[in-house]
């Protein structure tokens, strides 16, 4: 590499003339006085020695700083004027030298010369024109003519005025000098320690310059290249270009070019650069093209990178289902995705870029719209402005659509900061994913928990979740609050007799009338199987009103595949009242009320009261006992006689059950047979009591031959007779036992016989097959259909004791039980009447044609014994 020429050049600092002047004056000066005083045999006085002296001493003076002490206290100014008085003290001295030929001028002449070598200019111009006064005033004391002096005394200010100059051109050159060389050290540190390339080249593109970071990035030594010239091998990708580049710089005057190509490495890869070339051909200086390259295949490598990662950024972005759009802080779009342009029905990016909310609302906004535009945007804006002022993400929003054409869709929002390097919030990132299809599952999966799939009420879920509500809401407003507990009655025959399938139906139809009776308003929710609950804002007037109108609905005839039924509904009405604590407390009570209403014959509507509670406490307690009741042989039977209203005679036995409680003490059936009815012991318990009316009568008839056909009548209640092993239990223990079937008696109430007649039919007639006689209880009470009643296999009409206690007292009860007498007549069937407590019933009775009569005129419910005794002794009651 050619280097500069700096280096080599010394140039000289007046300083350094002036030191080798100054020894060479002192010495000619010593010189000169030596060899006058050998060649003139001159005698020095003592000023003239002692001036030789100061000479010679000057004379070292300048040997030390020519030699040693080059940039000593020497060369201080103060030091140089002393030196400058001491020579021209000298020199004045030695030129009045008696015998003296030489004149001084020539010496002082030589001063002038040497001294403002160094001195500042202005103390330089000072001395210049001291030396000339001194010189004159000893041309004069020596008595030199003007014409002789003046000369030297222009030569003496001639010779100092260009020594100064002298030593200012030198010093200047120096600076200049020493400048240059600094600029080049700083260069070549530049160079050298850059990572960039910097070239200059001739004309020909022949390398004049390069530092060392060439061969970094291309690998060539700087040997190759001087030697061989750059090999540089252009990619041919870019080579036609950057050529075609460099040729306009070289042939266009101060151009610049700027080029990015790759060139091949010395081992073969290849290394982008990025070339700034300038043209300094017309640079005297420089004469050539001056290129800056930088190696960029780093910074290229991850352009490239970040061009793979855009556009995979991209994709993900458009391939992505959920719309995604980034806004800054003033709310303008900056990206959005494909999914979120067609959504607002955009064509691109850029058409969306710098577009607010504001904008697009008023794009979609729709004349049916629930909201306007502005109202929308604002919402919107609100989220976005809560995300940038916390900086905390706003997540898992979901809500429907805002506009008309998409609010049967449903949208997850999230949105997120966005953030600058030092962490400021500069934006937000949303993405809003469409759930429609997973909140209508979700919603279908909520609506599915909260309704029956039957009837597509709202289920007992949703009643309690309403309920909860609702019996906030009445408090709050202090309105009523009122439930209605519906129970279908029997319903379990319906099912039985005509199949699960069936009852559904049955199930489907009654809800739709239960919620055509009422208004829209009441909420009417399936409780359970066949359990309907309402609960209504009424007050218990009004609800009653309702409760009729729903069981009027419900028993109208219901009639599938040609298949007619009539199912009726027992109701229980409780109102809501402080003291119910929690929810279940009101439905508890509406229960309650039901249960009373199944209680005292079904098909009938019950208002709780404070009492039933009590009582269904202990009917709940009760149901308990029960179940335990016949295994630890706490029932027990008794037999009431039915006695012939003719002559008096028994004619059979009623068997009665007892309970004998060790908790209650001894309880009624009346008390105790709802409960079992209710809780279904009635089945066990009523086939227990055939057992033992079977038994006991065989045992009677075997030891009473003549006893005839005395009966035992046992009670059977509708769940024992809808039973499906029924039929073939009573059959079972009518052979073991071996009684004569035909003096056993069941005995079904009518209201439960007319709940479900065809079924009742149905089975009674299955049983009348087996010998057994069938009477129909309770008679009058309930509303038996004269068409059902003429196709029951019955064989007596027990009348109701209602109507026989007010056989002496209303008109009333006489013509209903004189109706019965007519009816059983027509129908053929025997007569019996209970609660016979007076002579004047049997009176009536026997004149109304009743067979027989029970009640305690004749006798209370007897033990087995005692009706033994009755049947061993042919025992005849008195009738008057
Ligand atoms: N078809 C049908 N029957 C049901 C459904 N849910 C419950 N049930 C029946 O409804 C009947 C309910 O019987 P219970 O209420 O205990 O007794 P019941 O026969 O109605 O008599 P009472 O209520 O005492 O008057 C049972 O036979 C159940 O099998 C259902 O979804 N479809």
Wanted: glycine share 4%; hydrophobic share 45%; with cysteine.
């Amino acid at each position: 590499m050619k280097e500069t020429r700096l280096r080599a050049i010394n140039v000289l600092a007046g300083s350094d003339i002036f030191r080798t002047a100054s020894l060479l004056l002192y010495a000619t000066l010593l010189f000169h006085v030596v060899l006058l005083i050998y060649a003139r045999h001159l005698t020095l006085s003592k000023t003239g020695m002692l001036a030789a002296v100061l000479l010679t001493a000057l004379l070292m003076l300048a040997f030390v700083r020519h030699f040693w002490l080059r940039t000593a206290i020497l060369l201080d100014e103060k030091f140089l004027l002393c030196e400058v008085i001491i020579a021209t003290f000298a020199i004045a001295i030695l030129s009045t030298q008696k015998s003296m030929p030489a004149l001084p001028m020539p010496w002082l002449i030589a001063i002038a010369g040497v001294f403002p070598l160094v001195l500042r200019s202005n103390i330089a111009m000072v001395l210049i024109a001291a030396l000339a006064l001194i010189g004159h005033r000893i041309n004069v004391h020596l008595g030199v003519t003007v014409g002789d002096w003046l000369p030297e005394l222009f030569a003496t200010i001639c010779i100092g005025w260009l020594a100064l100059l002298l030593a200012k051109t030198l010093n200047i050159n120096r600076m200049a000098l020493s400048q240059a060389r600094t600029n080049e050290r700083r260069f070549n540190a530049i160079a050298r320690v850059t990572r960039h390339i910097f070239i200059i080249t001739d004309a020909d593109y022949q390398i004049k310059f390069a530092n060392p970071a060439l061969q970094e990035v291309i690998g060539y030594d700087q040997e190759e290249i001087i030697r061989d010239g750059l090999r540089a091998v252009l990619h041919p990708d870019e080579a036609e270009e950057h050529k075609k580049k460099l040729r306009y710089l070289r042939d266009t005057p101060h151009s610049t070019i700027f080029s990015r190509h790759r060139t091949q490495h010395k081992d073969g890869h290849w290394v982008w650069l990025e070339t700034r070339g300038y043209n300094m051909l017309h640079d005297s200086a420089i004469n050539g093209l001056v290129f800056s390259l930088e190696d960029i295949t780093l910074r290229k490598d991850v352009e490239l990178k970040l061009q793979e990662e855009t556009s995979l950024l991209r994709a993900v972005l458009d391939l992505n289902p959920s719309m995604i759009y980034a806004k800054d802080r003033d709310g303008r779009f900056t990206i959005s995705n494909q999914v979120f342009q067609k959504h607002f029905g955009y064509s691109s990016e850029d058409e969306l870029r710098g577009k607010t909310v504001y904008d697009i609302c008023l794009k979609m906004a729709n004349a049916n719209d629930e909201f306007s535009p502005q109202e929308i945007a604002d919402e919107i804006q609100q989220q976005d402005l809560q995300v940038m002022q916390t900086g905390m993400p706003l997540q898992d929003m979901e809500m429907p659509g805002f506009w008309h054409s998409d609010m049967h869709l449903w949208f997850h929002t999230s949105k997120y900061p966005l953030r600058d390097a030092k962490g400021e919030t500069i934006g937000i990132l949303g993405v809003t994913r469409d759930i429609t299809q997973r909140k209508t599952t979700e919603m279908q999966i909520e609506y599915q928990a909260m309704h029956d799939m039957l009837t597509d009420l709202p289920n007992r879920r949703y009643l309690v979740k309403t309920l909860g509500t609702a019996i906030e809401v009445s408090r709050q407003r202090q309105s009523s609050l009122t439930m209605l507990f519906c129970d279908l009655d029997f319903f379990k025959s319906v099912n039985d007799t005509h199949g699960h399938d069936f009852g559904d139906k049955c199930l489907i139809e009654i809800s739709k009338r239960v919620v055509s009776a009422l208004p829209a308003t009441d909420f009417v929710a399936r409780f359970g199987g066949n359990e309907f609950v309402i609960l209504t804002n009424s007050s218990l007037a009004e609800a009653s009103v309702k409760a009729n109108a729903i069981m009027q609905a419900v028993s109208k005839q219901l009639i599938f595949e040609s298949i007619a039924v009539k199912i009726q509904t027992s109701i229980g009405i409780a109102q809501l009242s402080p003291d119910h604590q929690v929810p279940a407390d009101l439905i508890r009570d509406a229960d309650a009320a039901m249960y009373q209403a199944k209680e005292r014959g079904r098909n009938r509507i019950e208002i709780y009261d404070a009492a039933l509670q009590s009582k269904s406490d202990k009917h709940a307690r009760m149901d308990v006992a029960l179940r335990f009741a016949l295994e630890r042989n706490e029932l027990s039977v008794a037999y009431q006689p039915k006695v012939s209203l003719a002559d008096g005679s028994v004619k059979g036995f009623e068997l009665l059950l007892r309970w004998n409680s060790p908790e209650y003490g001894m309880i009624s059936p009346n008390e105790f047979i709802p409960i079992a009815e209710t809780s279904g012991m009635v089945v066990p318990i009523g086939m227990w009591a055939m057992e033992q009316a079977c038994q006991q009568l065989a045992t009677w008839q075997a030891s009473y031959p003549a006893m005839g056909d005395i009966t035992v009548a046992v009670n059977v209640s509708m769940r024992q007779l809808l039973h499906t092993s029924f039929f073939t239990q009573v059959r079972d223990i009518l052979n073991n036992s071996g009684v004569i079937p035909h003096t056993i008696e069941l005995e079904l109430t009518e209201t439960s016989a007319m709940a479900n007649p065809l079924q009742t039919i149905e089975n009674l007639s299955l049983l009348k097959k087996l010998g057994l006689r069938l009477a129909l209880d309770d008679f009058g009470t309930g509303y038996s259909s004269l068409a059902y009643l003429q196709k029951l296999p019955i064989d007596i009409l027990k009348i109701d004791k209602a109507f026989v206690h007010g056989l002496d007292t209303r008109q009333s009860d006489r013509e209903i039980i004189r109706l019965v007498m007519a009816l059983a007549q027509t129908l053929n069937l025997q007569t019996i009447a209970e609660g016979v407590e007076t002579t004047g019933h049997i009176h009536e009775l026997k004149k109304l044609g009743c067979n027989l009569g029970q009640g305690f005129l004749f006798s209370p419910p007897l033990s087995a014994e005692e009706a033994e005794t009755l049947i061993c002794s042919s025992h005849q009651f008195p009738l008057v």
